[in-house]
Structure formats: structure tokens, C-alpha cells
């Protein structure tokens, strides 16, 4: 049982254009959502997290919108530089298990020239 | 320089044949976890530990084994691997158990059970 989708495996944008990646989360416990990118050969870094008591985080051109009553995040990256292209990792902990990830299964962005 | 590390990186072996994948981190941490990516899957965790000498499972822990006899070492043991355990295999660590801690990841083992 996937608590933690990510619908879209993959995702193209020209650079300097606006990229969005989504994540639909199934789990009400859950209140802690994260971002990680990866690159090839290396493993998983953070990026950008929110809390549940928040609906929005910036962070330079990173930017994580949380609508919890539709269970649904969003990253948005702008503008997207061809640097971003990775496979980003949506994931979530809940109360009492604040330590442990779930995460989804990753969308792949391509930033083309 | 603050890093968590993983040998071997790449493994080719035969069903059945023991094996071990080590990881270790500089950081001092508390927290230390294994995951396996899958396609389609994304990352599933395997074990976790809280500090040294607890270990639990998380959610596919078939198959595999854990030990925390140290706080910078968390090896993931595969007694008699099958090929159903070929999968990329990440460490984590973060600072504080039971907290929000950022956790950190390693380059990755990718494994091939034939």
C-alpha cells in the first residue's frame, strides 16, 4: 500500500521555465513532509521540508506548497536550471515516529535548454 | 568532512552466498537506517536503530539482518540472498532519534543476486 504517491514519473521543462512536482499522501498521521534530490551514483539529499501547521516554505527557488485537507504537496522550482535535473523524492513522518520516512516513488525532471 | 559511507558500491554474487554492506558515518549521529529503491516502489525502508545496540524493523525487513554494536556502524547482512533482494541500497543517518533531524544519505550499494 503506497501511502505516499507520486503520480508523474516524469517531467520536462525548458530552463527558466516553472517546474511543479506533485505528491498525494494517504496517511492522516502523517504532519512532516520532505523533498530530496537525487543525482545518479549518489544517494538522496534534503531539500526542502514543511510542517503540517504551514501551507507554504520557501527556500530561494524552492518553494513546497501543503494542502491537507486534499493530501496533496507540491514543489515548485523557479526558475529551473538545467543543475535541478534529478529524480526528486516525495516524503512524509508522522507524530510519535518522527524519524522515520515514507516516501514515494519519484518523479524524474528533465530541464532542457 | 561530514559523510556517511557505504562499501562495497556495486556487488555481483550468487544465491545463497553471504554477504555484508557495511556503512559508516563521522557524524556522531544517533539515527541510522537502511533503505532499498526499487522502480516503482521508490526508497522502503529496511532497518532502522535508535542508538547503539537497538535496532527494529521498518517495513520490508525479509530477509536481511542488522547490527548497531557501535554508534558510527550499521552493517546490513544478507545471509542467503535471493534474487529478489537486487535492489539499490542506501544508509541514512540523522543526529537525534524519535526528532525532525534532517537525514543524510550514502552513495548507494547497488546489488545483483544471480
Known amino acids: 500500500d503506497q501511502q505516499v504517491k507520486q503520480n508523474s514519473p516524469s517531467l520536462s521543462v525548458q530552463e527558466g521555465r516553472i517546474s511543479i512536482l506533485n505528491c498525494d499522501y494517504t496517511n492522516s498521521m502523517f504532519d512532516y513532509f520532505l523533498w530530496y534530490k537525487k543525482y545518479p551514483a549518489e544517494g538522496p539529499t534534503f531539500l526542502i521540508s514543511?510542517?503540517?501547521?504551514?501551507d507554504k516554505n520557501e527556500d530561494g527557488r524552492f518553494t513546497v506548497f501543503l494542502n491537507k485537507s486534499a493530501k496533496h504537496l507540491s514543489l515548485h522550482i523557479v526558475p529551473s536550471q538545467p543543475g535541478d535535473s534529478a529524480v526528486y523524492f516525495c516524503?512524509?513522518?508522522?507524530?510519535?515516529?518522527?524519524?522515520?520516512?515514507?516516501f514515494g516513488t519519484g518523479t524524474r525532471l528533465q530541464v532542457t535548454l | 568532512e561530514a559523510q556517511v559511507t557505504q562499501n562495497p558500491r556495486y556487488l555481483i554474487t550468487v544465491t545463497g552466498k553471504k554477504l555484508t554492506v557495511t556503512c559508516s558515518q563521522n557524524?556522531?549521529?544517533?539515527?541510522m537506517s537502511w533503505y532499498r529503491q526499487d522502480p516503482g516502489l521508490g526508497l522502503r525502508q529496511i532497518y532502522y536503530s535508535m542508538n547503539v545496540e537497538v535496532t527494529d524493523k521498518g517495513d520490508v525487513p525479509e530477509g536481511y539482518k542488522v547490527s548497531r554494536k557501535e554508534k558510527r556502524n550499521f552493517p546490513l547482512i544478507l545471509e542467503s540472498p535471493s534474487p529478489n533482494q537486487t535492489s539499490l541500497y542506501f544508509c541514512?543517518?540523522?543526529?537525534?532519534?524519535?526528532?525532525?533531524?534532517?537525514?543524510?544519505f550514502g552513495p548507494g550499494t547497488r546489488l545483483l543476486v544471480l
Open positions: 557524524m556522531n549521529h544517533e539515527y
Open positions: 541514512a543517518s540523522s543526529a537525534v532519534a524519535y526528532t525532525r533531524e534532517t537525514q543524510y
Open positions: 514543511i510542517s503540517s501547521i504551514k
Open positions: 516524503a512524509a513522518s508522522g507524530t510519535g515516529t518522527a524519524s522515520k520516512l515514507t
